[in-house]
């Protein structure tokens, strides 16, 4: 290897370690005793203590599973709308096309923190309040922005004989949206797909303002109160638990991540070019 | 750690202490209750283990008002971020849901209830003031407009732990003085220890300098006490009162009208760039000297980190409150190479007075509130009078007992300090901890706040900061670092008015209760 790549490597990978040492201590400290924990903070986790894991369980697994259905739900929704809208703006022309897509797109600028009080006045108006609609409509009226963007830009790009060929077989507008754009599409949904599931499944605030009852909790919701008590001290939580419970409800994004990373980069590359 | 836990931090309204008791419309000797009937949704900012405790005041308080709901939902164990964020949202509707939220994480909404109203009335559920079986006077916090807004459970006072058994070692005792403070640092330090667990936090920056700057601040409440013809003046206690420094209580004998806080420190009749100031400065950044200088930079919510540094014998002496008290003796036991035995003797002690000739009066501690932070929005007269029934349910002997009791019961009460309900029966274990310790009198006043007198995250607020960090590091000199804080402060005022909508007329005319 030569000197001046060693250079640029050696830093790089300091900074790799570096981004990784929460992650390692959080997997560390889940596999230990709270109260060890506290005694020396750096210690190896050995012997590993896997009741951790047992306690993460039973406080979080309806919790997730709720969110994961959340997800579903609101992902799928927001795709259909996307998919719909963003090939009327990609493919179809009507007056004021052009000025109707970027006032859509115009709503990207605004912060999400301005929206939170006059989207929660909607929401009582809807009577959505403690409902897991009110997580889900929003998160579908939200989230289609940013798959109108992706896909009408990926769908201008698509060779328009593609379309007017299959207009000539007879095909109407339906027709064309899902036999051939829909499938030519795949990596920009999964993009968006993933893109919207990060942002949905480490919501925080929205769930907190829609949801009072214990029982439709989203999992960052139950993560936000997870602090169970140390069995072995009375006055902190146990923080080998937590750590599980962080460990845990960190498993489905790399899952997700894992099984469509490569669709993931393609969407993102498709859309940095031809966007 | 417990989050909730913040002292006076936001709390911390703006100015204003010992204000008054408003006058009340007390109706004495009746001490049935009315029946009411209705929803109220308590939303402080809790945790899932306080859920016992609320769901055995609810079940008390049903007794007493079968037609009342009470829903208690836990918002948030983070207060950094979440509970503002849900509580601001909910006061930017026209129709909040919750009715009890922790007022102190939003200061400047204007339709809070006003608790020192009701503190004289008849509490239904003792048969008595209200105010004899609860502590109002522990803490005196209010908004800009002098209106109590908030109710703490607990009381907690600020202490120095300290490693006994490495003190006896290397031949210390648990200084008395600030000369004796910097020699047993200055001791430690030699002997391979880290002195002080601090680093630059609420713990330093506002706990530390409160009490420093308390022991100069004295004479200034003569300038902001209720004054002949002032809107709270009462004769009998305002007329009555004399300035004596000895006193640890005399500021809480007096009524405090907050406009003339805010008038002198605009004036520039309270100023922080005196000499008295830079010795508080220089104070500190003394303190600072025996922190780790990698941890004091690191962290500005540094308690747990600071903990560990005192369990692990890596730092001897710890600044925190009276919370820590049921803690560190089992975490000691938990972490001991010998079962059954701590892992070290500790001890506590108050903050050493410092010697300075401009010293005005002893040496007095944080003594601030926490447990539940309560306060009402105001809503509609039926539904405040039914909420206010329930919190004084709360807030009464038998109320708070229930609560406590469901949390004994599930094993989740963790007491920060002395229950401010009176006549609530604890067990020894949580009761005679707290008894060991003293009360001091209570520095954290408005006239001490320094960096709480800004509305929290203003420009003003990190613009002094930023002036001490910069003293500290040695790149602002003191007299540079306290003009610009003193500066920034009296700018600040215009900010506070603004945000608590007050007209500044009442700014150029205290005498009037502002509207």
């Known amino acids: 290897m030569k000197p001046h790549t060693l250079k640029l490597l050696l830093p790089l990978g300091l900074l790799l370690v570096l981004a990784f040492v929460p992650v390692l201590l959080m997997v560390s400290m889940s596999f230990r005793r709270s109260v060890d924990i506290f005694a020396d903070y750096w210690a190896l986790p050995f012997p590993l203590y896997l009741e951790n894991y047992a306690g993460a369980a039973q406080a979080l697994f309806v919790p997730a599973l709720i969110t994961m259905l959340v997800c579903a739900v609101s992902i799928v929704g927001l795709l259909l709308l996307s998919v719909m809208a963003a090939y009327a703006f990609g493919r179809l022309q009507f007056f004021g096309r052009d000025a109707l897509y970027f006032s859509v797109i115009a709503l990207l600028m605004i912060p999400g923190i301005i929206l939170l009080t006059p989207n929660y006045v909607l929401l009582n108006a809807l009577g959505l309040r403690d409902s897991l609609w009110g997580l889900i409509l929003f998160y579908v009226a939200g989230g289609q922005i940013i798959g109108i963007f992706f896909l009408r830009n990926f769908f201008r790009e698509l060779p328009a004989e593609l379309f007017e060929s299959s207009r000539m077989d007879g095909a109407g507008e339906w027709q064309n949206l899902f036999h051939i754009a829909l499938p030519l599409s795949r990596p920009v949904l999964i993009t968006v797909g993933i893109l919207t599931f990060l942002g949905f499944y480490n919501d925080l605030i929205w769930p907190m303002l829609v949801i009072s009852d214990s029982r439709k909790e989203t999992l960052m919701l139950a993560l936000l109160h997870f602090n169970p008590p140390d069995p072995e001290t009375s006055a902190r939580p146990d923080l080998g638990v937590q750590a599980a419970g962080y460990v845990s409800a960190s498993i489905p994004i790399l899952v997700v991540f894992w099984f469509c990373m490569k669709a993931y980069l393609q969407g993102i590359t498709a859309g940095a070019i031809k966007g | ?515």
């Not at chain 2, 209750?33 to 049903?62: D, K, N």
């Not at chain 2, 037609?67 to 979440?82: M, P, Q, W």
């Not at chain 2, 609860?134 to 109710?151: C, H, K, P």
């Not at chain 2, 007096?254 to 806080?261: A, G, H, S």
Request: net charge negative.
């Open chain 2, 1 to 515: 750690m417990k989050t909730r836990f913040r002292m006076t931090l936001p709390l911390c309204l703006m100015a204003g202490a010992l204000l008054p008791v408003a006058p009340v419309s007390a109706a004495p000797g009746d001490a049935t209750p009315r029946q009411f009937e209705g929803e109220i949704v308590v939303a402080i900012l809790s945790s899932r283990t306080m859920m016992p405790g609320f769901e055995a005041v609810a079940a008390a308080y049903r007794q007493h008002q079968p037609n009342v709901r009470v829903v208690f939902e836990t918002k948030g164990g983070d207060a950094g971020l979440s509970y503002p964020t849900w509580l601001n949202t909910q006061l930017n509707t026209p129709d909040p849901r919750p009715d009890v939220v922790s007022t102190n994480y939003n200061r400047n909404y204007s339709h809070y209830v006003d608790l020192d109203f009701y503190r004289q009335m008849i509490n239904p559920y003792s048969g008595t003031p209200w105010e004899d079986v609860f502590d109002f006077d522990y803490n005196e916090v209010r908004n800009a407009r002098g209106q109590r807004i908030t109710l703490g459970t607990q009381g907690v006072k600020v202490l120095w732990y300290y490693n006994r058994t490495r003190f006896a070692e290397l031949g210390l005792e648990a200084p008395e003085t600030w000369t004796e403070f910097l020699e047993a640092c200055a001791r430690i330090k030699e002997a391979g220890y880290t002195p002080i667990t601090l680093s630059f936090g609420l713990r330093f920056h506002q706990w530390l300098a409160e009490i420093l700057f308390d022991q100069f601040s004295r004479p200034y409440v003569k300038k902001i006490r209720a004054q002949t013809g002032d809107w709270l003046y009462e004769p009998g206690r305002d007329g009555a009162w004399t300035y004596d420094p000895e006193d640890p209580d005399n500021d809480r004998r007096v009524n405090i009208n907050t406009m003339r806080l805010l008038k002198a420190v605009a004036d520039g009749d309270i100023r922080f760039d005196t000499p008295e100031f830079l010795e508080v400065l220089r104070a500190l950044k003394q303190v600072q000297s025996f922190s780790r200088a990698d941890f004091f930079l690191v962290s500005p919510t540094d308690f747990t980190d600071s903990y560990n540094l005192f369990l692990r014998e890596d730092a001897l002496i710890h600044l925190d409150t009276t919370r820590l008290i049921p803690a560190l003796e089992s975490d000691l036991r938990e972490i001991s190479d010998t079962p059954g035995q701590p892992r070290f003797e500790w001890g506590f002690f108050d903050t050493p007075p410092l010697e300075s000739p401009m010293v005005h009066g002893p040496a007095r501690a944080v003594e601030s509130i926490a447990g539940e932070y309560l306060g009402v929005i105001r809503k509609n007269e039926r539904q405040t009078e039914r909420v206010m029934d329930f919190l004084m349910f709360w807030l009464s002997p038998e109320g708070y007992q229930a609560y406590v009791d469901g949390l004994i019961a599930a094993g989740q009460f963790r007491p920060s300090g002395e229950i401010l309900v009176r006549g609530v029966n604890l067990p020894a274990e949580f009761s005679v901890p707290f008894s060991r310790v003293p009360r001091s009198g209570n520095a954290e006043i408005p006239l001490n706040w320094i960096f709480l007198l800004p509305p929290p995250g203003s420009s003003e607020t990190r613009a002094s900061l930023n002036a001490l960090q910069r003293y500290l590091a040695g790149q602002l000199s003191e007299e540079a670092a306290a003009a610009r804080i003193q500066a920034e402060l009296q700018a600040s005022v215009e900010r506070i008015l603004r945000m608590n909508q007050i007209n500044p007329f009442f700014l150029r005319h205290p005498q009037f209760k502002p509207e």
